[in-house]
Structure formats: structure tokens, C-alpha cells
């Protein structure tokens, strides 16, 4: 073996197809984009567009709507913050709010606030501070001898205090 006989597989490597380069490769003239027109130019295609039939997105009818005042939360469910205690990221007895969890790299961004939710079983001792929780997780927190504390959702700086 020589470093001269190295090659690539055949047909790995595909040369890109130059257009517009003469009526014998193959692809010159009109370079595979057909006669004249909107579609023959660059940049323009009638997207939607079904040879003037009504486009599918007319014909459908419009439903629901985006609320921009909706508030995102981040959520956590009681088996992530037992994780967490157990891997040694959060320790029992102290407060858990969105900034520690962050921290703690249990959660990536604060969003608009936290939101406890009860899946799974939490066995360690906390004081939680969310902006929204779960009956059920309350009771979970609560059994394992915690506490949960519901903060006013964060206004925004435009509104009126």
C-alpha cells in the first residue's frame, strides 16, 4: 500500500453540475429551468400558486389565535429536583427558585417563571418558590416535609404597578 494508491470510493465524491455552458453539456440554453417567464427568472416562484383554482391555504378556513400576552413557564416535575438532590446539584433544606435551578444547570432558561408539576416521588426536604404548582405537587413537597410558596407572576416593566 502506498499513499499514492489512496482514492475515495468511486461515486463518492459528485462534481457539481455546471450550467449555462454550452448546448453539448447537456444543460446549456435555458440551463433545466424550462421556456421564459416567472419561473425561468431567479428569486421569484409562485408559492401556493394552483393554476388559479383557489390555493389550498384560501380554501381552508382560519381557526384560533396567538395571545401575545401569554406567559411561557418553565416547567419542572418533582423526580427532575429529587435528580438533581441526588446528584449532588441542589442540597436538601435549602430554597429552590428558577434562579438556583438555573444555576444548578437542572433547567437552561428562566422563561417567564417556574411551574412545579407532580410526576414522580419526591423524598427530599425543600423550600420551593415557583410562580405556579400542581395540587399534587404541593402535596408531594409538603409530604416529604417542604414547603411550596406561590410568587405573583413577574409584571413586566410597561405595566402599571
Same mark, same amino acid.
Given at each position: 500500500?502506498?499513499?499514492?494508491?489512496?482514492?475515495?470510493?468511486?461515486?463518492?465524491?459528485?462534481?457539481?453540475?455546471?450550467?449555462?455552458?454550452?448546448?453539448?453539456?447537456?444543460?446549456?440554453?435555458?440551463?433545466?429551468?424550462?421556456?421564459?417567464?416567472?419561473?425561468?427568472?431567479?428569486?421569484?416562484?409562485?408559492?401556493?400558486?394552483?393554476?388559479?383554482?383557489?390555493?389550498?391555504?384560501?380554501?381552508?378556513?382560519?381557526?384560533?389565535?396567538?395571545?401575545?400576552?401569554?406567559?411561557?413557564?418553565?416547567?419542572?416535575?418533582?423526580?427532575?429536583?429529587?435528580?438533581?438532590?441526588?446528584?449532588?446539584?441542589?442540597?436538601?433544606?435549602?430554597?429552590?427558585?428558577?434562579?438556583?435551578?438555573?444555576?444548578?444547570?437542572?433547567?437552561?432558561?428562566?422563561?417567564?417563571?417556574?411551574?412545579?408539576?407532580?410526576?414522580?416521588?419526591? &423524598?427530599?426536604?425543600?423550600?420551593?418558590?415557583?410562580?405556579?404548582?400542581?395540587?399534587?405537587?404541593?402535596?408531594?413537597?409538603? &409530604?416529604?416535609?417542604?414547603?411550596?410558596?406561590?410568587?405573583?407572576?413577574? &409584571?413586566?416593566?410597561?405595566?402599571?404597578?
Amino acid at each position: 500500500m502506498k499513499l499514492s494508491d489512496i482514492a475515495d470510493n468511486a461515486g463518492s465524491r459528485k462534481k457539481r453540475m455546471r450550467v449555462g455552458r454550452g448546448i453539448g453539456s447537456g444543460k446549456g440554453k435555458q440551463s433545466g429551468r424550462g421556456g421564459k417567464g416567472q419561473t425561468a427568472r431567479s428569486g421569484v416562484r409562485i408559492k401556493g400558486f394552483e393554476g388559479g383554482q383557489m390555493p389550498m391555504h384560501r380554501r381552508l378556513p382560519k381557526r384560533g389565535f396567538n395571545n401575545i400576552f401569554r406567559v411561557e413557564y418553565a416547567e419542572i416535575n418533582l423526580d427532575r429536583l429529587q435528580d438533581a438532590v441526588d446528584a449532588k446539584k441542589l442540597e436538601a433544606g435549602s430554597v429552590v427558585n428558577v434562579e438556583a435551578l438555573v444555576k444548578a444547570g437542572v433547567l437552561r432558561r428562566a422563561k417567564g417563571g417556574l411551574r412545579l408539576l407532580g410526576r414522580g416521588e419526591l &423524598k427530599a426536604k425543600l423550600n420551593i418558590e415557583v410562580h405556579g404548582a400542581t395540587k399534587s405537587a404541593i402535596e408531594a413537597v409538603e &409530604k416529604a416535609g417542604g414547603s411550596v410558596k406561590i410568587l405573583a407572576p413577574a &409584571k413586566e416593566e410597561g405595566e402599571a404597578a
